[in-house]
């Protein structure tokens, strides 16, 4: 069947069928072609990094193949932690609220050591967000809802069982040998992103290393399906030496359909062919869940990770994208949520390039943003790895004498490190930041993800982040000069004149004052602020952001 002859409810079905969805291989007229067809853009990989990064484009009016070797959705839940500022780039792309809708929101976590709470944490605990801190969602059930959005969109077209065998990059792109079940065909690509994966077939096709550090421990992630009631609420728990699996910890997070995902960690010593066996996985659930409790196995994995990263991301005209690029531990949530934003932050850059509004500088500072954001989460990542699984006596010594003065001490749960969860990296160091002239309080600097607030527009109740443009915005608290309606690809946003700011949160959150201006970049990120702007300050400062000086 053609992909897009499936009716768009199959992308609503129950876990079961939307893992069994199957996407047709379908030959494409490249396939008989005398000559290899060019594209102005080819992603590999259907993922959620690669839907991302193919739906933004398309919305810009861009055409996109996207190529992936199989012809189904992930199999298990994989990925399922879907931070804040991901739905937020989802919002944008037409699938936010799906995702929201069929997920479970979750704000709050609870750390245990033994049997005995430690504390809690709040990751949104201020009202005024449109969106949770995290929802739980199966990668099956967001790739079904990026699919169907992709297939919604004209541009995009995506090739099922299309495997890349062969990569030649060129000045102009790069030349690629695909196999089909028909056979071998070319393509041309003016640019080619990889988003397939952190064994990356296009990495090692190129010679490219994504050097690193692996972590000498197992882990077992157990899917169970209860049949009744849990006393459990829908809450983040970990636990340090539990007495149901003692000596090591264990995660514990809901996702819908009433399936629990549960992690146990095995010590490296653990056989994975021998964990995996469902006769060995029930009877450590029973532990934890309780002899009585009905449940059945859905899925199960064992798994060993690394942090890792490539020393660029981008390699002339092919740049390398998510777990492609990077890749991090599973505590925080931080691979698929940075995959995500990884998409964002190239999808606009290569629309501007393409459109021939800026140079192809402007998709080269992708990869020092994206590093340095990469660099972060491997940070966060490698110790909250080491807090959780040390590897010497003195590191466990100094693990366990934290978790015990925690019970009591405000200081040592700020020690504490069950994994330091997903939050979008303010990225001071890009080239695209105009430097601050004034004085601001509060974190919105030149770098930082604009934060949302609650807004009214013409009496109806809307959020600031929805009411950004598709390019820049010049968000001017009060009235804009003439000269801001004058600027090439900004949207001029008035508030008080265009939106009002009813709880005067986003004044609160942008510590801003009549005349107040902050220019935001496509993808919601800070790059200027000003108290009183001027037509050459903003001028300059969209040169800066779009690569235009140097």
């Known amino acids: 069947m053609n992909p897009r002859d499936i009716p768009a409810e199959a992308f609503h079905a129950a876990g079961a069928e939307v893992q069994a969805l199957d996407f047709g291989y379908v030959r494409s007229p490249d396939q008989d072609g005398v000559t290899p067809a060019r594209h102005p853009v080819v992603i590999v990989g259907a993922g959620p990094v690669g839907l991302s990064l193919a739906i933004d484009l398309a919305q810009r009016g861009q055409r996109v193949v996207v190529l992936d070797n199989d012809h189904r959705l992930s199999t298990g839940s994989r990925a399922i932690c ?12 037409g699938v936010g609220q799906r995702m929201v809708d069929k997920g479970v929101s979750w704000n709050v976590g609870k750390v245990f050591l033994q049997d005995a709470p430690l504390y809690e944490f709040n990751l949104l605990p201020e009202e005024g967000h449109e969106r949770p801190a995290f929802i ?11 699919v169907g959005r992709a297939l919604q969109l004209p541009g995009i077209d995506i090739r099922w069982r299309n495997q890349v065998t062969a990569v030649a990059p060129r000045a102009d792109g790069a030349l690629l040998t695909i196999d089909t079940p028909d056979g071998p065909y070319p393509m ?9 994966g952190s064994r990356s077939p296009t990495r090692q096709m190129l010679g490219l290393q994504a050097p690193g550090r692996t972590f000498h421990d197992r882990f077992l992630i157990a899917d169970v399906k209860l049949a009744g009631g849990t006393n459990f609420p829908t809450e983040r728990w970990f636990w340090f030496d539990p007495p149901f699996h003692p000596g090591q910890s264990v995660l514990l997070h809901r996702q819908p359909d009433n399936v629990w995902r549960i992690d146990f960690q095995l010590g490296w010593d653990a056989d994975p062919d021998e964990e995996k066996k469902p006769e060995n996985i029930i009877p450590r659930v029973r532990a934890l869940l309780g002899a009585d409790a009905q449940f059945t196995l859905e899925w199960a994995s064992v798994y060993t990770f690394a942090c890792q990263r490539m020393d660029r991301f981008v390699h002339g005209r092919v740049v390398f994208a998510g777990d492609s690029a990077h890749g991090v531990s599973p505590f925080g949530a931080r691979g698929a949520n940075s995959g995500v934003q990884d998409a964002e932050n190239l999808a606009w850059k290569l629309d501007w390039v393409l459109q021939g509004r800026a140079s192809p500088a402007l998709v080269g500072t992708y990869g020092p943003e994206r590093e340095y954001a990469a660099d972060e989460n491997i940070c966060h990542s490698t110790r909250a790895t080491d807090f959780i699984t040390p590897k010497s006596e003195v590191s466990r010594l100094f693990r366990d004498a934290v978790l015990q003065l925690a019970r009591e001490h405000a200081f040592a749960r700020r020690i504490v490190n069950s994994g330091r969860l997903s939050v979008p990296a303010t990225l001071h160091t890009s080239p695209l930041n105009t430097p601050d002239t004034d004085t601001f309080a509060g974190t919105q600097v030149p770098g930082a993800v604009l934060l949302d607030a609650p807004l009214e527009k013409h009496g109806q109740p809307t959020w600031l982040l929805r009411e950004l443009g598709p390019d820049f915005t010049l968000l001017v608290f009060g009235a804009a000069p003439a000269w801001a309606q004058g600027l090439p690809h900004v949207k001029v946003l008035q508030m008080g004149p265009d939106v009002a700011d009813p709880q005067g949160l986003a004044a609160q959150r942008l510590d801003a004052t009549p005349h107040t201006a902050y220019l935001v970049r496509p993808d919601q990120h800070v790059c200027a602020r000003w108290r009183a702007p001027t037509e050459a300050a903003v001028r300059s400062a969209l040169a800066r952001a779009t690569a235009s000086v140097h």
């Open 136 to 146: 739980n969602l199966q990668q099956y059930y967001a790739e079904a809802c990026l």
């Open 188 to 196: 041309d690509a003016q640019w080619l992103v990889a988003c397939d």
């Open 82 to 93: 879907f931070a804040k500022r991901t739905l937020e780039i989802w919002d944008r792309l």
